[in-house]
Nanobody, 119 residues
């Protein structure tokens, strides 16, 4: 599975962005899809994930209530809607696919997309 994230950019605090991650391969719908982020000088952290069907979603406490993950298996795409952004959300955001997450780590990673939130 190859993944390509897009949608990052510069936004003011309180604003919104929607990230997209397009996947290749006929087995896209069989993977748990997730978003992770890495801020400057910090380790990569989990942001959100969705089950293969989209019926179950998981969020880090820091984004719960502000971010929404969704997927469209017909388009091989997963989205991350980010609202009420704060400067602490500034990071490179990565999408990932896993066949047995969270028991195991993610199997595939895309290149990141940079999100910068100005105060």
């Amino acid at each position: 599975v190859q993944l390509q994230a897009s949608g990052g950019g510069l936004v003011q605090a309180g604003g919104s962005l929607r990230l997209s991650c397009a996947g290749s391969g006929r087995t896209f719908s069989s993977y748990v899809m997730g978003w992770f982020r890495q801020a400057p000088g910090k380790e990569r952290e989990f942001v959100a994930a969705t089950s293969w069907s989209g019926g179950s979603t998981y969020y880090a406490d820091s984004v719960k209530g502000r971010f929404t993950i969704s997927r469209d298996n017909a388009k091989n795409t997963v989205y991350l809607q980010m609202n009420s952004l704060t400067p602490e959300d500034t990071a490179v955001y990565y999408c990932a696919a896993g066949s047995n997450w969270p028991r195991n780590g993610m199997d595939y990673w895309g290149k990141g997309t940079l999100v910068t939130v100005s105060s």
